[in-house]
T-cell receptor, first 110, second 113 residues
Framework: SQTIHQWPATLVQPVGSPLSLECTVE??????LYWYRQAAGRGLQLLFY??????ISSEVPQNLSASRPQDRQFILSSKKLLLSDSGFYLC?????????FGEGSWLTVV | GNSVTQMEGPVTLSEEAFLTINCTYT??????LFWYVQYPGEGLQLLLK?????DKGSNKGFEATYRKETTSFHLEKGSVQVSDSAVYFC????????????FGKGTTLSVSS
């Protein structure tokens, strides 16, 4: 079965600083990969998904970007963080018809 | 379009009470339906799923039946425990290349002893 690793687990970043969240997947090949965000008191928002290396689709226009340099690696980035970027970021993969989530990364922008 | 509507919480129950969390959906095509659970400070875990009409998903005493005629996928458990306290998300997917899950807003369950 697949395992999803996310890091860092928590981070506190100042406004205007860059961001890099990393996600790697084990136990499957050529999965669909996703980044979701869960803001405090709100539901889950799909940010990006990828069906293959270098293929990224964005669901919500914002100052975030995603990249997939390898089959099982998915990176969420920002050049300049905003306060509104604070939240819980979840990486997910679907090797088949079910989506599995990582443990998440807590981001606080101050 | 595709959407999921869940009952708003929080739901507060005593231990051993019966639980129902309502979920209805709107979808084009033939969606698969899911319940995920999120314990405090953790990511989402798949609780159960159903991929076609009349399927019943079950896990850890929870169950939900895919009702196409009422477009519903209500979550039930006969006797809740304190350890069931968490946020529960209903979700659907209509599988195409890259299509991801559409989530409801989540229902917070709090069980007291």
């Amino acid at each position: 079965s697949q395992t999803i690793h996310q890091w860092p687990a928590t981070l506190v970043q100042p406004v205007g600083s860059p961001l890099s969240l990393e996600c790697t997947v084990e136990g499957t090949s050529n999965p669909n990969l996703y980044w979701y965000r869960q803001a405090a008191g709100r539901g889950l928002q799909l940010l990006f998904y990828s069906v293959g290396i270098g293929q990224i689709s964005s669901e919500v226009p914002q100052n975030l970007s995603a990249s997939r340099p390898q089959d099982r690696q998915f990176i969420l980035s920002s050049k300049k963080l905003l306060l509104s970027d604070s939240g819980f970021y979840l990486c997910a993969c679907s090797p088949g018809n079910t989506i599995y989530f990582g443990e998440g990364s807590w981001l606080t922008v101050v | 379009g595709n959407s999921v509507t869940q009952m708003e919480g929080p739901v507060t129950l005593s231990e051993e009470a019966f639980l129902t969390i309502n979920c209805t959906y709107t979808a084009t095509g033939y969606p698969s339906l899911f319940w995920y659970v999120q314990y405090p400070g953790e990511g989402l875990q798949l609780l159960l799923k159903a991929t076609k009409a009349d399927d019943k998903g079950s896990n850890k005493g929870f169950e939900a039946t895919y009702r196409k005629e009422t477009t519903s996928f209500h979550l039930e458990k006969g006797s809740v425990q304190v350890s069931d306290s968490a946020v529960y998300f209903c979700a659907l997917s209509v599988w195409q290349a890259g299509t991801a899950l559409i989530f409801g807003k989540g229902t917070t369950l709090s069980v007291s002893s």
